[in-house]
């Protein structure tokens, strides 16, 4: 097994977090304002682990703000901790230090209101906490974006006491060196960087940009955290920085789409998207990326890609409108596609990236990180579940992709997916021929507690409409598995990865 963390006598998880209205630059899409809460679940498995969490708050200055210490998480179970309800001063802005003395996981979701273009106002983006023992003196944004169709903001945080001098690195898509910029962050402190102003950015900055990547290194030698947040016009996105831990020469997307609910459809209903950056600055990637269809258990591709990505730069691949590619090299797809996609550098060049899923019809959008092998592990934790409606009308629900990235097949018997509520309650444990079936190497099922994802929608109705919870998967010793997690609403959506035990 990968990534065993052990006994952890204490945990603790840096979070970034936005609760006030921003002013942009006009011409590029306006994000609203912003609100944070965040899910946080207790990773400790045994009877009478209940985790008690000390929650700090800390301005953009690294100044503390309040501090939260009535927060008590039963095992396997998780907790909502929404910082509008928190004392905190108006207009907050800033960062979330969340330490327990269990191992625990979060997710931060961000909910947008009053979003100019968006058809209700509403948008949303969501991405992993980072753990103390994760965090790095580099990090990566391999998805940043700067036009009137996508801008991103990139958050840094310096995760230790004392200044933090940090520098950050611009490259465009084509490899191209944008420049640099430096700065000190105080202790706990945050400064974001928003690429619709040119004040935040580079002298020289191309006028032309469109998108590329970011790297940031502390040449204090201490620790970082980051998150970064898009913003289209009617849809928005968000993922955790990306650190040395999540580097691999092997990176998979454990949920991939190219799907139409008829090919005659001029937009599609899901679609999707990989980012790769090369984190070496000296060797071109020489990268292959397959994309497997999901339920095929043949391990045979149904589409094999290759590119090459410069130094520190990254490439994106989309099944829409093609990327960095053309559009066409998708089309042995089809339109009613659906699957995982695993990414070989085939030069032993370290990558990282995200993926992006779209939901093109309904207008929206989430973005989670590529998972390399270190990541995987046969347990796996899933802070965020939901499965909340009222009469007929669904508000929220949940769907999780799991992948068997390992070398040998998961039969379906050795496999368990446990559905915990906030009272650590198991509502519902899929195993066996509860399951879609087994898991060869590099294949993937998906649950949804809406519609059953690949299981029947009935196999959910026991949940009731008023769920919200976590999951708690356990493989066989040994076995490598990595999902992600779709938060859908009836009027947004955001995407998470899982936490390997």
Do not use: C
Request: glycine content about 10%; aromatic content about 10%.
């Amino acid at each position: 097994m990968k990534s065993k963390i052990g006994i952890v006598i204490a945990t603790t998880l840096v979070l970034l977090l936005l609760v006030a209205g921003i002013s942009y630059a006009q011409g590029y899409p306006q994000p609203g304002l912003s609100t944070s809460n965040t899910v946080v679940q207790n990773m400790a498995t045994g009877s009478g682990q209940v985790a008690t969490l000390i929650v700090s708050y800390y301005s953009t200055d690294g100044v503390k703000q309040y501090e939260n210490t009535t927060v008590k998480i039963n095992p396997k179970s998780v907790k909502e901790i929404k910082a509008e309800d928190e004392p905190l001063p108006a207009g907050f802005s800033g960062a979330a230090v969340v330490s327990s003395d269990q191992p625990i996981a979060a997710v931060v979701s961000i909910k947008n209101t009053n979003v100019p273009e968006a058809p209700d106002g509403f948008t949303q983006g969501a991405y992993n906490g980072t753990s103390t023992a994760g965090t790095s003196t580099s990090i990566f944004f391999p998805t940043v974006w700067g036009f009137n169709g996508i801008v991103s903001r990139v958050t840094v945080q310096n995760a230790e006491a004392g200044t933090n001098n940090i520098k950050l690195d611009f490259y465009d898509r084509s490899g191209n060196f944008l420049g640099s910029s430096n700065e000190a962050l105080n202790a706990y402190g945050s400064r974001t960087y928003y690429l619709g102003n040119t004040s935040d950015l580079p002298s020289g900055w191309p006028s032309g940009f469109q998108d590329g990547s970011i790297t940031i290194t502390s040449t204090d030698n201490k620790m970082l955290a980051g998150a970064s947040t898009a913003t289209w016009p009617n849809r928005a996105g968000a993922y955790q920085a990306l650190s040395p831990n999540d580097q691999g020469t092997v990176l998979y997307a454990p949920s991939h789409y190219r799907f139409k609910q008829n090919p005659s459809d001029s937009e599609y209903t899901l679609f999707s998207a990989v980012n790769i950056q090369n984190t070496s600055s000296s060797t071109t990637a020489q990268v292959k990326v397959e994309y497997f269809t999901r339920g095929d258990n043949s391990g045979t591709p149904a589409l094999t890609l290759n590119t090459t990505i410069p130094p520190l730069s990254a490439r994106g691949l989309n099944t829409k409108n093609g990327g960095d590619l053309d559009a066409s090299v998708f089309d042995p797809l089809g339109t009613s596609w659906d699957g995982s996609v695993t990414i070989t550098s085939e030069n032993d060049v370290p990558l990282v990236g995200t993926g992006i899923t779209n939901w093109g019809v309904a207008g929206n959008a989430g973005i989670y990180a590529l998972v390399s092998d270190t990541s995987a592990a046969d347990t796996i934790f899933i802070p965020a579940q939901y499965r909340l409606a009222q009469g007929s009308t669904w508000n929220q629900w949940s769907a999780l992709n799991l992948q068997n990235v390992g070398t040998t097949t998961v039969n379906a018997a050795d496999l368990t997916v446990e559905y915990i509520d906030t009272n650590g309650n198991t509502i519902k444990t899929f195993t066996g021929a509860q399951l879609p079936g087994n898991l060869a190497p590099g294949a993937a099922f998906g649950l949804n507690t809406r519609n059953g994802g690949d299981l029947a929608a009935s196999a959910f109705d026991s949940f009731g409409t008023s769920f919200i919870g976590g999951i708690y998967i356990t493989g066989p010793a040994g076995s490598d598995l990595v999902a992600v997690s779709n938060i859908i609403y009836k009027n947004r959506a955001s995407v998470y990865n899982g936490f390997p035990e």
